[in-house]
C-alpha cells in the first residue's frame, strides 16, 4: 500500500499562473484534508472532504478551491497564484471524525510563488 | 491568540537526557488531544495520543490537565533518532479536523 501520495513534490509559479496539486489515497478512507504548513504558524486547513462528491472550507480557504470526484482523490486547485501562497502543502486522510481516527499524511508538496 | 501554542524550542539535549514538553490550548470545547512527530521536510505522523489519565509508550510520557487546560510530553532517554519537531494537536467539538500547535523543535545531541 502506498498510503497517500502527492503529486507534485516541488513546483514554482508566476504570480497568476494556475495548478492542480493532486492526492491519492489506497486506505479507503472516507476523510481527506488539505492543509498548508508555514513557519511559525503550524498546519492549517484549507478544505477537507467527508466523502465522494462534497467538499468544504476549513481555514483558510480563499484563493483555493477543491473537487472529490473520486473517493481516492482529492485536488486542489489554484486559479490565480499570489506569493503569499508559497508554503508546504499537506494532504491527509482518515476513516471518519467520529471518536478520532488518525490522519495519514501525504509526503508534501513544496511550492513556491515568484 | 493561537488556540493551541507551544515553545518553539529548539530545545538541545544530551542524549540519555529526559525532556519535557508543554502545550496550552484556549478553548475549552476541546475534545481529544494528541502528540505527532514531525522529522525534518517530512510529513507529521502520530506520536501517541493522550488520556485524561495519562498515559505512556515506552520512553514516552503524555499527560493532560483540563483544568489548567495543558497536555505535556514527557521523553526519557533520548535518542539521536528522537530529534525531531514535536505538534501538539487537539480536537474541538463541532470541527472535522485537527487544530495543531507551531510545534517544538527537539535537538538529540550526541
Known amino acids: 500500500n502506498a498510503g497517500v501520495t502527492q503529486t507534485p513534490k516541488f513546483r514554482v509559479l508566476k504570480t497568476g499562473q494556475s495548478m492542480t496539486l493532486l492526492c491519492a489515497q489506497d486506505?479507503?478512507?472516507?476523510?481527506m484534508y488539505w492543509y498548508r504548513q508555514d513557519p511559525g504558524m503550524g498546519l492549517r486547513l484549507i478544505h477537507y472532504?467527508?466523502?465522494?462528491?462534497?467538499?468544504a472550507k476549513g481555514e483558510v480557504p480563499d484563493g483555493y478551491n477543491v473537487s472529490r470526484l473520486k473517493k481516492q482523490n482529492f485536488l486542489l486547485g489554484l486559479e490565480s497564484a499570489a506569493p503569499s501562497q508559497t508554503s508546504v502543502y499537506f494532504c491527509?486522510?482518515?476513516?471518519?471524525?467520529?471518536?478520532?481516527?488518525?490522519?495519514?499524511f501525504g509526503p508534501g508538496t513544496r511550492l513556491t510563488v515568484l | 491568540r493561537k488556540e493551541v501554542e507551544q515553545d518553539p524550542g529548539p530545545f538541545n539535549v544530551p542524549e540519555g537526557a529526559t525532556v519535557a514538553f508543554n502545550c496550552t490550548y484556549s478553548n475549552s470545547a476541546s475534545q481529544s488531544f494528541f502528540w505527532y512527530r514531525q522529522d525534518c521536510r517530512k510529513e507529521p505522523k502520530l506520536l501517541m495520543s493522550?488520556?485524561?489519565s495519562g498515559n505512556e509508550d515506552g520512553r514516552f510520557t503524555a499527560q493532560l490537565n483540563r483544568a489548567s487546560q495543558y497536555i505535556s510530553l514527557l521523553i526519557r532517554d533520548s535518542k539521536l533518532s528522537d530529534s525531531a519537531t514535536y505538534l501538539c494537536?487537539?480536537?474541538?467539538?463541532?470541527?472535522?479536523?485537527?487544530?495543531f500547535g507551531s510545534g517544538t523543535r527537539l535537538q538529540v545531541q550526541p
Open positions: 486506505m479507503n478512507h472516507e476523510y
Open positions: 494537536v487537539v480536537t474541538y467539538t463541532g470541527r472535522r479536523a485537527l487544530t
Open positions: 491527509a486522510s482518515s476513516y471518519s471524525t467520529v471518536g478520532y481516527n488518525e490522519q495519514f
Open positions: 472532504s467527508v466523502g465522494e462528491g462534497t467538499t
Open positions: 493522550v488520556y485524561s
